[in-house]
């Protein structure tokens, strides 16, 4: 396959080179990591690009790139931008005497004059730096204005639904700002690229990284947490070891069950065990017939299914014509009285108030 990158450091990573310089050089060579959220991300992208049909997206994914469009048609038209044009998915280089140094692909660029508008889309549910501190955007737009300003105003932006705290976040740069993220993104490249840049492991920093499972400062972190005595109450620093090293054991099990699917007997000692098999009715009118038989009436039956509310929020669309907040509304009245709230158990998370 071949690397659009072309072996040279990427925006989409200047997030984790900010928190560890050594990540990049720790990479090379280490063959690409891909999960189902990962290639869920890959197709909403691809779909918000115009490149794929939205049925092609799994439920959750689909809902996330509807949430998206809505935001960034919203904002566009808040904004000013909604006749400026726009660029999607195109990968910029920056270049320095015609040698590329680095390159990124924005998920929108709108340009008006001598304004821009720079747009990330984030389909995971896991929160990210807001626009004004992401390091990501400040590569994009340097980038944006590299390849087609020189601008008074850039506006950055990050959509994501999932983060239900903050669905979206914005900020804005006059000239003197984008030539500070200038500055900002360059003296970061260049630290990068130093002969042994330092490593540092944070969660969110290795949470990405190709290099987790060999990082001598992942190891440290499994050693260290090894030789602690279990306090009754943990303090930050040993939960953000334990989150970090969780995310290496992790990668070991994908690790190996990779080899073992490749080759049985590659783990001595180890084997793939067969996943449950699990049954799954796909025609309900087929069981209710079988079941009247034997006595079963509509509203017994009724009783033990359970309706998927996505499905069932299609097929009212489809029967009644109504889209957007008319659709909302018919739903929540048919909704009205058939259905309780449950709370999940509380999960353990990081306080960002406290950064």
């Not at 794929?52 to 998206?68: C, F, S, Y």
């Not at 924005?106 to 990210?128: H, M, N, Q, R, W």
């Not at 990501?136 to 850039?154: C, K, S, W, Y």
């Not at 017994?300 to 109504?322: R, Y």
């Amino acid at each position: 396959m071949t690397d659009e990158r072309q072996g040279l450091p990427s925006a989409s990573n200047f997030d984790r080179f900010e928190k560890c310089r050594g990540s990049w050089q720790a990479e090379q060579g280490l063959p690409d990591e891909s999960n189902e959220m990962s290639r869920a991300g890959d197709l909403g992208h691809a779909c918000l690009a115009g490149e794929i049909h939205i049925d092609e997206l799994d439920d959750e994914t689909a809902k996330t790139v509807g949430v998206i469009k809505k935001i960034e048609q919203h904002t566009l038209e808040d904004c000013g931008y909604q006749n400026a044009e726009q660029i999607r998915e195109k990968r910029l280089w920056f270049d320095i005497d015609g040698v590329k140094q680095f390159s990124g692909k924005p998920d929108l660029i709108c340009l008006l004059g001598k304004e821009a508008f720079v747009i990330d889309y984030k389909t995971g549910p896991i929160p990210v730096e807001q626009a004004a501190i992401n390091m990501q955007l400040r590569a994009l737009l340097v980038l944006v204005d590299h390849n087609f300003g020189p601008f008074e105003t850039i506006k950055t932006g990050i959509i994501q639904p999932r983060n239900h705290s903050t669905p979206s976040t914005f900020a804005q740069y006059d000239r003197k700002a984008i030539m500070v993220s200038y500055v900002q993104v360059l003296d970061l490249l260049e630290d990068v690229e130093k002969e042994n840049p330092p490593r540092n492991a944070t969660e969110s920093g290795c949470r990405y990284c190709k290099a987790k499972t060999t990082c001598p400062e992942t190891e440290k972190n499994m050693i260290e947490i090894y030789e602690t005595n279990l306090p009754a109450v943990p303090n930050a620093e040993l939960l953000e070891k334990c989150a970090i090293v969780k995310k290496v054991i992790a990668q070991i099990e994908v690790n190996a069950k990779a080899a073992l699917k490749e080759n049985p007997e590659a783990i001595p000692g180890y084997k793939l065990k067969p996943g449950a098999t699990r049954q799954q009715i796909t025609s309900p009118e087929g069981v209710f017939y079988q079941a009247a038989i034997h006595g079963v009436d509509g509203q017994e039956f009724a009783a033990v299914c359970d309706v998927n509310k996505t499905k069932l929020k299609a097929l009212i669309k489809d029967k009644t014509g109504h889209k957007g907040k008319q659709l909302d509304e018919t739903l929540a009245n048919i909704l009205e009285g058939n259905t309780t709230e449950k709370q999940n158990a509380p999960s353990l998370a990081k306080d960002f108030r406290d950064e």
